[in-house]
């Protein structure tokens, strides 16, 4: 008797990295559950994973991390379909290169790379922890080395333009906050069978400064030259999503070269931060969920 095919609720599923982790996993069996903002981009997803591994269900919801009302439906949306999820992984994020505030007043990177992926896990978690032994995936980054030092509170919330320190800087603070995010996460979790864990996918030059015109030329420039091949990054998302390696394995940030144990800098090393930073994420979307966060 074969074992039971994992499912899999993947973000940002239908480009870059996250799709060759959506294709990876059909390989190995897992049905995909993949949300999306195109509608173009996901057909021709399901077609890639069709071709890769025949067969594979795929459910495909849509939704926009911007959006934290949309994220909240995306998510009860999956729940209410799906009485199993055996990982969730946390991969849709944006490094933009203007400086941009959501309808809710939240800077976008902050709102797409730390809030939406932090209210979309609180969703789903009651449907993750009923289906443990599970796991909870987020991907991260050395860029967060960036955010030594800030205040992540702060950066919640703080609206200043980019010429005062750079999109790279922020971005960099979004990834320590999914770090710390996560850390908090898998302590909370502790004994109930529900590893989590984050990584570090390393340079991958798909969807490389999409805002910039060079982009594209730049991209396959690299690609020619085999620099940031995104296989490496789906590798170690994948791994840590189902490699038996890591069953039990949790509050973990892992590197993409070798799957060694990263130490995040400070305040992500900080259990009194993680906390407060946990409080003050819950208090700011409190609105759109209610009881499901643990």
């Known amino acids: 008797m074969s074992p039971p095919r994992l499912t899999v609720v993947l973000t940002g599923g239908t480009s870059g990295i996250g ?4 294709v990876a996993l059909a390989q190995k069996g897992a049905d995909l559950v993949l949300t999306a903002r195109s509608k173009t981009r996901a057909d021709s997803t399901i077609e890639i994973i069709e071709r890769a591994a025949p067969g594979t269900k795929v459910d495909i919801h849509y939704g926009d991390f911007r959006d934290l009302a949309s994220v909240a439906a995306l998510g009860r949306e999956i729940a209410s379909r799906h009485s199993r999820i055996d990982v969730l992984i946390n991969n849709a994020g944006i490094h933009a290169f203007k400086s941009r505030v959501t309808k809710d007043g939240y800077p976008e990177m902050v709102a797409v790379n730390y809030l939406g992926p932090w209210l ?5 978690l009651e449907t993750v922890v009923r289906s443990a032994p599970s796991r909870i995936v987020t991907v991260a980054s050395q860029a967060s080395r960036q955010g030594a030092g800030f205040d992540p509170l702060a950066a919640i919330v703080d609206k200043r333009q980019f010429s005062a320190r750079g999109s790279s800087v922020i971005y960099g603070q979004t990834k320590l906050l999914n770090i710390m995010f996560s850390m908090e996460l898998a302590r909370r979790l502790t004994g109930t069978g529900v590893a989590v864990n984050c990584l570090c996918p390393g340079f991958n ?3 490389l400064g999409r805002e910039l015109w060079f982009a594209a030329p730049l991209e396959r420039l690299l690609t020619w030259l085999k620099v940031g091949n995104p296989e490496r990054g789906a590798g170690i998302i994948v791994s840590l ?5 890591f069953a039990g394995v949790t509050g973990g940030y892992f590197s993409v070269s070798d799957a060694s144990r990263l130490a995040p800098v400070a305040p992500g090393d900080d259990p009194q931060a993680l906390q407060a930073l946990w409080q ?3 208090e700011r979307v409190a609105a759109f969920y209610r009881d499901e966060v643990v």
């Open 19 to 22: 799709q060759r982790t959506a």
């Open 120 to 124: 979309f896990t609180n969703i789903l």
């Open 205 to 207: 030059v798909t969807g």
């Open 241 to 245: 999503a189902s490699d038996p390696a």
């Open 280 to 282: 003050a994420t819950a």
